[in-house]
């Protein structure tokens, strides 16, 4: 079964140009101009559209308990949503539990990703560094294909992890070609301005932004960044949102391409007033690093626009607002009563990064289409160890391709989107360019509106060496 998709502006991270591409069992066979549709080929006239490679989301969980919730997406319907955005690779992350190996945590993240409809694969986090547990380190960089381990230095006695730990599975990382991904935040300081907060009963959403100030994850990612500089280690500081972490990542890129940062749409977007609006739906807004001042904003615009980014994700994370919409127990209403600490941190993105960033890189500040596909698809699926099968339009790469109109006006309405949250961060935004057909390996999953793929398609992304570009 082939498929030839003809006339359209293929670009990539580095070309752009008006061609065709023929597609044969799932990946790109031909490059070309004026290609023949010969017996029986499926033909996508791609005229007037841009032809991108499949973004990849690097930053996404689903089905995920944290702390005493659970994210509303399953696979199924939050790698659906990920399709009707353009988004056709996506890496989960898994964690390891209490007591219990990596491996373990692993096999658990399997039976519940078999629902996938795009590709996914997952990354690491260790947060119980037993013997048994980091000597698996290995074993999943080089048997499984999770070739990223994910540290928090945030969160003390859930999720945090000492400094000594990050340094270990830094050295071990660098030994096994993964990278070491950090959530960057002084943990112990933020619990003191919390405990803090919630004593002076300030419960309001906003203390949430006011107990986590951009001097500590400063602070934070300077101390991984000097960590894994001495470990040798390759390491990928993800969602940066402050001019402080910013700063660390640029001064440290200045010296070694082993560093990397990222950040998210939200924090290009959105403010820390959101988390101000009326009737508790500040909480819609809740999650970690918080939205900064309007100045943070603006450093990260122009961190990406030097260069001192090297990618864009969504930290898809999403809880409901409204409680029990789909039988979980769960939402940010939980906040309500006992205050913002006790607010599911996290929120939604999965579905709306490409159309939110190519609206406001591109078309309002003038962003290449080049960069955009750099940060959104090619960076990612680098760094991440799956390049050039993902992340660019190649001879013999995965036909995982977007066809996107360039001009179309839309607004972006939670009652529209495919993900189970019941809000979206973007609400009501009016932005240009929209996903028209995702093809995923060759199959046609997204038409417009229609959806065409199924669970259970997606496949599971055993990935290569990570941590460079
Ligand atoms: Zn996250």
Known sequence: M?????????????????????IEDGKVRTLGQDLPAEGGVDVHDASGLLVMPGAVDVHTHLDWEFGTARTVDTFGTGTMAAAFGGTTSVIDFANQRHGESPLEGLEDWHRRCASRCVDVGAHMIILDPFPQALADLRALAQDEGVTSFKLFM?????????????????????????????????????????????????????????????????EATAR????????????????????????????????????????????????????????FHGAKYVFTPPLRSQEHQDELWRGLHRGDLSAVSTDHCPFCFEEEPHGLKFSKRQGEKEGFHKIPNGGPGIEHRIPVLFDGAVKKRGMSLNRFVELVATNPAKLFGIYPKKGTIAVGSDADIVLFDPEQRWTIRAAEQHSRVDYSLFEGFEVQGRVKKTFLRGDLIVDGDQWLGREGMGAFLKRGESGRL
């Open 2 to 22: 082939a498929t030839l998709i003809k006339g359209g502006r293929i670009v990539t991270a580095i070309d752009d140009y008006v061609g065709d591409i023929l």
């Open 224 to 279: 991984a960044i000097t960590l894994a500089e001495y470990a040798g280690a390759p390491l990928y500081v993800v969602h940066v949102t402050c001019s402080q972490a910013l700063d660390a990542v640029a001064r440290a890129r200045d010296r070694s391409d082993l560093i990397h940062g990222e950040t998210c749409t939200q924090y290009l977007f959105l403010t820390q007033q959101e988390l101000e609006r009326p009737g």
């Open 154 to 218: 945030a969160y003390p006695n859930v999720l945090m992890v000492d400094d000594g730990v990050c340094f270990y599975v830094m050295r071990e990382a660098a030994k096994h070609g993964a990278v070491v991904c950090v959530h960057a935040e002084n943990g112990y300081a933020i619990n003191i301005l919390v405990e803090e907060a919630v004593k002076a009963g300030n419960l309001a959403p906003k203390y949430h932004y006011l107990t986590r100030p951009p001097e500590l994850e400063g």
